[in-house]
């Protein structure tokens, strides 16, 4: 009797242990099967949002109720198993359902959170035209917003501009000019105003306060400084080559003497040409420096710091005239305007 009965046990015992074997095979298949599985086929991207101090058993029902996973179960026991809970980091991630628990699970733990920043490369002599343009290419703000609110403000006050004394401005001026040429972090939210503002406060950052007093030692005033380096920028690249062409108009200022800019008639005309035509320079516009003497009324790019410095402390030479070479962009300077037309004949093909 004894000895049936223990047949019997061990019979039950051998069925219970492979009934444990096979359940805890298909739970392990099931688990695998559940880490490494997305819940959807759908790629769209979603935000989600971990709170800082967030339990696993909350991230997984905001998981669940986001359908970016299956089985809120699954994902606790993948946490858990690998000790995992403490490494989940607060922050906007960008998921979708096609990702696996054990992908979620990788990026919350690596913290690889939405980036909310942009980095942006505003260039040297771009003018108000040129950066609504890059703007609105970067999917940051459309162009006319942009332009808009160029054309509608003046200088702050803050910005030490408003010092009619030292910045010499009309309540017409806008900001053409002072939007100062740098990279930016901005946020991927960030309005034309915060645009704005971070260009005029780098602006008034890098003007110090010796440049400041030494354009008001000359008799100048910021605003002429700025509309004169913005010419100074979109004619000539090198500083040494800006420093001259300065001294070179700030002489035909000097002698009632019109500045004759290319560059002004290609900001008026919206075009680059080797040379313009004679009509080109009878175009009618107060920017048109063949026919006016003096500065333009405001400036026709936004100009770096070198043409900046350039503008305040130019290179007086012997020179009178100059041009950009067509082939090499090379700077050939001219004493006499007999020079000039020589040099036009032989480098501007």
Not at 36 to 46: F, R, W
Not at 79 to 89: D, F, G, M, P
Not at 189 to 214: H, W
Request: glycine share 4%.
């Amino acid at each position: 009797m004894r000895s049936t009965l223990c047949v019997f046990m061990f019979k039950y015992l051998k069925l219970f242990i492979i009934f444990i074997f096979i359940f805890s095979i298909t739970n392990l298949v099931f688990y695998y099967y559940h880490i490494n599985s997305s819940s959807n086929q759908n790629n769209a991207e979603i935000q989600f949002t971990v709170l800082s101090g967030q339990s696993v058993k909350q991230i997984g029902q905001t998981l669940l109720d986001a359908k970016l996973i299956k089985s809120k179960f699954y994902f606790e026991i993948y946490v858990w198993q690998n000790n995992l809970e403490s490494k989940l980091q607060a922050g906007d991630y960008i998921l979708s359902q096609q990702m696996p628990i054990k992908k979620i699970v990788e990026i919350l733990i690596t913290g690889k959170t939405l980036n909310k920043e942009k980095i942006i490369t505003i260039i040297e002599g771009w003018n108000a035209r040129d950066i609504g343009a890059y703007l609105e290419k970067e999917n940051i703000i459309s162009k006319k917003e942009f332009i808009d609110k160029v054309e509608a403000e003046t200088v702050p006050p803050q910005f030490a501009l408003s010092d009619k004394a030292n910045w010499g401005g009309t309540v017409s001026a806008n900001l053409e000019g002072y939007l100062f040429p740098d990279t930016y972090r901005i946020f991927q939210n960030a309005s034309t105003e915060d645009i704005i503002n971070k260009m005029l406060s780098n602006f008034d950052k890098k003007l110090t306060q010796e440049m400041r007093d030494d354009i008001t030692k000359q008799g100048k005033t910021i605003h002429e400084i700025i509309i004169m380096a913005s010419i100074v920028e979109k004619e000539v690249k090198t500083e040494k080559d800006m420093k001259i062409v300065s001294g070179i108009f700030w002489n035909r200022i000097k002698n009632g003497q019109a500045l004759e800019s290319c560059a002004t008639l290609a900001y008026i005309l919206g075009i680059n040409k080797p040379q313009y035509t004679l009509e080109d320079t009878k175009i009618d516009s107060q920017y048109n420096t063949y026919k006016n003497t003096g500065l333009p009324p405001g400036p026709i790019s936004n100009p770096g710091l070198m043409a900046i410095k350039a503008s305040i402390y130019p290179e007086y030479t012997e020179y009178n005239y100059f041009l950009s070479r067509s082939d090499t962009g090379e700077t050939i300077f001219s004493k006499s305007f007999d020079e000039h037309v020589m040099n036009k004949q032989r480098y501007l093909k």
